[in-house]
């Protein structure tokens, strides 16, 4: 069986058809994952959550900003951004079920050594931390109050971990560092005015979460999307960055991990335009 790690999808359901094609995917056979922003900018959001329903558990999808951001909007804890592609889910006759199948999605996963993410991971966290973390968040999510938690998710503060946290205040900084993060202080203190930046581009006293000095992830292999300014990274075996701006007219990448050796595999795509805040 080979699992193939995909990128930010963000709606764009002709890309990701042509990927799978590229793969020569077979739910029989194969598995994958995807690191998080499912749907919205792209044009077809509605068609891309019931191809990846469809697939069942051929298809591990994470959770990500956008996702977060459509489950806020259909319980009216957010308002809809004037660039926001979610309205054909809205409106569809089977939005309950998109939204259920939503929620019950996770925010962090390992599978043949790899953790999986959408954002970051927080330097004071081990791998075994991230997952328990974000188990927490999912618990909440799958749960009867979770419409209450989308009223009190938002907010940059605050914007450092410490285990005492309790509460809605924890639950939002394992969800910012989780879907939201690229950089932060070297003690962990979280960065989210600064987005369309490449790794180079860092505020000062901020640093991308990957280079923080003395992460407890450091020897873990992490894979993860959200960043379409820092692109696919070759020169880092210890991370797999699969955002490559697909929505913005770059490509969609999948990964196909086995027997210890990575293959990329990209197709463009046809939906271009312009960058924003992501």
Partial sequence: MALYLIGDVQGCDAA??????????????????????????????????????????????????????????????????????????????????????????????????????????????????????????????????????????????????????????????????LTRLRFCSPEGRMEFETKDRDAAGAPPGYLPWFDAPGRRTAGDVIAFGHWSTLGWLPGRPDLISLDTGCVWGGHLSAVRLGAGERELIQVRCDQAQEPGAQ
Avoid at 82 to 92: E, H, M
Wanted: proline residues 5%; charged residues 20%.
């Fill in 16 to 177: 990701l058809a042509r990927l799978l094609d590229a793969i020569a995917f077979s739910p029989s056979r194969d598995r994958l994952a995807l690191l998080g922003d499912l749907v919205n900018r792209g044009p077809r959001s509605l068609a891309v959550l019931r191809r990846l329903m469809a697939l069942g558990d051929a298809a591990a999808c994470l959770l990500g900003n956008h996702d977060l951001h459509l489950l806020a909007v259909s319980q009216g804890a957010r308002q809809p951004h004037r660039k926001d592609t979610v309205g054909d889910i809205l409106a569809a006759p089977d939005r309950p079920a998109l939204i259920d199948w939503l929620r019950h999605r996770p925010l962090a996963l390992r599978e043949q050594g790899v953790l999986m993410v959408h954002a970051g991971v927080l330097p004071q966290w081990s791998a075994a931390q991230t997952l328990r973390l974000a188990a927490e968040v999912e618990t909440t999510l799958r749960g009867a109050g979770w419409a209450v938690f989308m009223h009190q998710m938002y907010g940059n503060q605050p914007d450092q971990w410490h285990d005492g946290l309790q509460g809605a205040a924890r639950l939002r900084v394992i969800v910012n560092a």
